[in-house]
């Protein structure tokens, strides 16, 4: 299974960026996909998740201003950021979940930084 991810860059506070990662190569159903981040310094975080056809968790720094979807027909999840603070910057990994063997594979990460 491979993971694409891309959408990340340079945005003031405030801003917006959308991240994509694209899936390909899965045997199984995905049944769970989603979002961490790694700051400097840091460990990785869960960002958000989306588990089964529609239950999504946020981390709570993060509800009402991220939003996370998935595209099945196109094998695509994405994470729409808005508000961006620089408390968001880090390395943002995608990953998934497949249903069977339950093993789960992540994307190369894609870098955001939020300058205040």
């Known amino acids: 299974v491979q993971l694409q991810a891309s959408g990340g860059g340079l945005v003031q506070a405030g801003g917006s960026l959308r991240l994509s990662c694209a899936v390909s190569?899965?045997?199984?159903?995905?049944?769970?996909t989603g979002w961490y981040r790694q700051a400097p310094g840091n460990e990785r975080e869960l960002v958000a998740s989306?588990?089964?056809?529609?239950?999504?968790t946020y981390q709570a720094s993060v509800k009402g201003r991220f939003t996370i979807s998935r595209d099945n027909a196109k094998n695509m999840v994405y994470l729409q950021m808005d508000g961006l603070t620089p408390g968001d910057t880090g390395v943002y990994y995608c990953?998934?979940?497949?249903?069977?063997?339950?093993?789960?594979?992540w994307g190369q990460g894609t870098l955001v930084t939020v300058s205040s």
């Open positions: 989306i588990a089964g056809k529609s239950s999504t």
């Open positions: 990953y998934v979940q497949e249903s069977v063997i339950l093993r789960v594979y």
């Open positions: 190569g899965n045997k199984f159903d995905i049944i769970s």
